[in-house]
């Protein structure tokens, strides 16, 4: 036990497993070191953590985030060998993957037992992925709060739970309905939801997980989101009036670096510590992503990617190729197999139009990324103009923090949630089509391309409307005295006043104020 923790405290993290939760997890942790003098656990199965590990480096704010091994065994849950992640998993596996997630429970138990041992008192508070609701019983059996953490943004994560819990669209036959929580004018369509939730009755599986872990997330002392507050205002007022708990917006959880006035990516050591961020193999140097980026004019870039683990169906990438040539306009394309096929396989030049990736290479139009690319280099690069994207939380936040609008292709999870709030509320972004099932042609591809990276237009007026996002981000994580600091800042404080609370400061003997303040020579 360090001396940090016996007199300030102890936070434990415990993430989904999937690469769209961890890497927040991470940035959450590293954004607590930061800002608190407490001790974070880090708490995951062996393989992630592994993952975890060789994303840190032995800096400041890694030095006080221990990792702690949760012992999990896939094959005892009839998942293959060493499944540990939803990363390659098909989706007929996910379900089985996330019940499995439940049998957790009891080495966080453990853990907590552990540090409550050794520390003489319980952790502050155990900060939980929001499906991972078995957890409030855990920490409120061992004497400790519990915080819901949602990787997501305050609007989708809000029609996540709504959708899941009330299922509204079961008792119509309307291809649009209305959403409990979302005032009328929000109304949702059909179209917009995963088959697994299209046809969920409460019987199948993924409602029983869903609504399980969700419904006992809501009696978490609070939650944390990865959004900020004057970027969706609508989804933080509904959000806590249907949680009724507080919701601290400690967002956007990108590297500190990203969020400078300078461009973040010219020292070479900022673009090592960016790079190491996701600990994957990149499909492209970041050498060769800077020169196509470097050869190119101020926003005329179009970067394609579907998140850390999705593809699209064969004939989708043959019409997105052909629509991408017709366009003219310059890409960087992260592309794996498509569906049907080992995603971590051999890419065939036949899934593509005949020579595509030659001419590509050979006009300077395009540069196609074999599965793993630099996103935040990319998206931080002056050239990047629009991001085709499938709108994951993560990849928004990311865009959005350098002022790069949205092309919208959403999949699955929240994710027809986050383009619906950014095309109606927002409006940075454009819907290209929506889930696997549907049809796209290249012309509509052309079309919808031209249109993004248009100076003036449409193009223009969501690219002004990302500029202000990004603002309205950069001056929430501003530091400084109580009128003058960002929203950001006033919630973290305010989420750790909740979890300090009046017990620990008997424990600590120490005022509150100066436990929040202490860190803050350190700037973001
Ligand atoms: N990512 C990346 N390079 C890639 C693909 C993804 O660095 O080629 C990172 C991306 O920056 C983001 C995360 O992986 O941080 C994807 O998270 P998101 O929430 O956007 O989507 P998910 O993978 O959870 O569907």
Redesign the pocket.
């Known amino acids: 036990m360090d001396s940090q923790s016996q007199s300030h405290g102890h936070l434990v993290m415990l993430p989904f497993m999937?690469?769209?939760?961890l890497?927040p997890f991470l940035a959450l942790a590293r954004r607590i070191r930061r800002h608190t003098p407490f001790v974070v656990t880090l708490a995951t199965t062996p393989l992630n953590l592994r993952y975890l590990r060789s994303t840190m480096s032995p800096s400041d704010d890694d030095s006080g985030i221990r990792l702690y091994e949760l012992p999990f065994c896939s094959s005892e849950h009839g998942l293959p060998p060493d499944t540990e992640n939803t990363e390659n998993l098909p989706l007929n596996q996910i379900m089985p993957f996330c019940h499995s997630s439940v049998s957790l429970a009891a080495p966080v138990e453990r853990l907590i037992s552990n540090i409550t041992a050794e520390e003489g008192r319980p952790p502050l508070c155990v900060i939980s992925d929001v499906v991972f609701g078995w957890s409030v019983d855990v920490a409120r059996r061992l004497g400790t709060k519990s915080i819901a953490f949602t990787?997501g943004g305050a609007y989708g994560t809000m029609a996540y739970v709504s959708l899941w819990l009330h299922l509204p669209h079961r008792s119509t036959d309307a291809e649009e309905f209305s959403v409990p929580g979302f005032p009328k004018r929000c109304r949702f369509h059909r179209s917009q939801l995963h088959r697994y939730i299209r046809e969920a009755d409460t019987t199948d599986e993924w409602s029983k997980f869903f609504q399980t872990q969700l419904k006992l997330s809501l009696a978490s002392d609070g939650w944390l989101c990865n959004s900020v507050e004057e970027i969706e205002p609508l989804g933080f007022d509904l959000l806590r009036k249907y949680l009724k708990l507080p919701v601290w917006a400690i967002g956007p959880l990108v590297p500190p670096q990203m969020l400078k006035k300078s461009s973040p990516i010219s020292p070479n050591s900022t673009l090592k510590s960016l790079q190491k961020r996701?600990g994957?193999a990149l499909g492209a140097s970041l050498e060769k992503c800077l020169d196509f980026l470097n050869s190119h004019g101020p926003n005329s870039v179009l970067y394609i990617?579907f998140?850390?683990?999705?593809t699209i169906r064969p004939s989708h990438m043959m019409q997105l190729a052909i629509g991408l040539e017709l366009s003219g306009k310059p890409f960087i394309w992260?592309i794996r197999p498509p569906l049907g096929f080992d995603i971590k396989g051999e890419f065939r030049a036949e899934w593509l139009p005949p020579g595509f990736e030659d001419r590509m290479t050979g006009s300077k139009q395009g540069l196609l990324?074999r599965?793993?690319?630099?996103?935040?280099e990319i998206l931080s690069h002056g050239s990047t103009g629009a991001f085709l994207?499938?709108c994951?939380?993560?990849?928004?936040v990311?865009s959005l923090s350098q002022g790069v609008p949205i092309v919208g292709w959403p999949m699955g999870?929240e994710q027809a949630y986050n383009v619906k709030m950014m095309v109606e509320e927002m409006r940075v972004c454009m819907e290209l089509t929506c889930g696997f099932e549907s049809q796209i042609d290249a012309e509509v591809v052309k079309r919808t391309i031209e249109l993004a990276m248009e100076e003036e237009g449409k193009g223009g007026e969501m690219r002004r409307r990302a500029n202000a996002a990004m603002r309205q981000m950069r001056e929430a994580v501003k530091e400084g005295s109580d009128d003058d600091k960002g929203s950001n800042v006033k919630a973290m404080d305010e989420f750790v006043r909740t979890i300090l609370g009046e017990s620990t400061r008997i424990h600590c003997h120490l005022p509150l104020e100066s436990i929040i303040t202490q860190k803050r020579s350190v700037k973001l």
């Open positions: 999937a690469h769209g939760h890497i990787t996701t994957k990617s998140g850390s683990q999705n992260v990324v599965n793993w690319a630099p996103q935040l994207s499938h994951g939380w993560n990849s928004i990311e999870a």
